[in-house]
């Protein structure tokens, strides 16, 4: 069991039956009441967003997780598949499970929540930012710069992404995989 005190960001808690993953979550003292916290959870098995919100001191249900490296190997249409790097087994995840699948590269290492209770796979965090090339965008147009434009862009994955004009196809970007935006161009 934790407390409203103990909450962060990837806990992972059972609620309502199910078990959810905190995104957000903010402690919220007013001047005059009790204190709070406002949380945003993901279901992990669903990946539907719920907001919560919970009194100081209420006790939850934690769940007890465990990190694992695991290589993302394929996407078959409805199941991601992973391969563990330690012991090499594979598993295979619903799209729900993941954050931003759009922006997974094939052979890329990923983190994987393992619950320990029956060693199901939770959710699959991927790293601050990816690299990715660009396959398709419109070419920007000279002294169309003067605010900040963004156009849509195609990635090497098939994910979209708005990138400012002077991005061009061929040119390697950074995306942040929390927001799935455009972080940086990468030269090399």
């Given at each position: 069991?934790?407390?409203t005190s103990d909450i962060r960001n990837g806990l992972c808690l059972r609620y309502n039956n199910d078990i959810y993953k905190i995104i957000?979550?903010?402690h919220v003292k007013p001047g005059k009441g009790p204190a709070f916290v406002r949380t945003k959870?993901?279901?992990v098995t669903t990946g539907k967003v719920l907001d919560n919100t919970f009194s100081a001191g209420h006790k939850l249900e934690d769940v007890r997780v465990e990190t694992h490296k695991f290589q993302y190997l394929y996407n078959d249409g409805e199941f991601y598949h992973f391969m563990n790097e330690a012991d090499y087994?594979?598993?295979r995840l619903l799209e729900a499970a993941l954050d931003n699948p759009g922006l997974?590269?094939?052979g890329e290492v990923v983190t994987v929540l393992i619950n320990t209770e029956d060693n199901s796979p939770l959710s699959v965090d991927l790293p601050a930012s990816v690299i990715l090339e660009i396959t398709a965008t419109e070419p920007g147009v000279k002294g169309n710069t003067a605010t900040n434009a963004t156009k849509p862009a195609t990635v090497e994955t098939g994910a979209t992404v708005n990138v400012p004009l002077f991005i061009?196809?061929?040119d390697k970007i950074k995306v942040e995989t929390?927001?799935?935006?455009?972080?940086?161009r990468v030269k090399e």
């Open positions: 069991m934790v407390t957000e979550f903010l959870m993901k279901s087994t594979q598993i997974m590269k094939e061009n196809e061929g929390a927001k799935g935006t455009y972080k940086e």
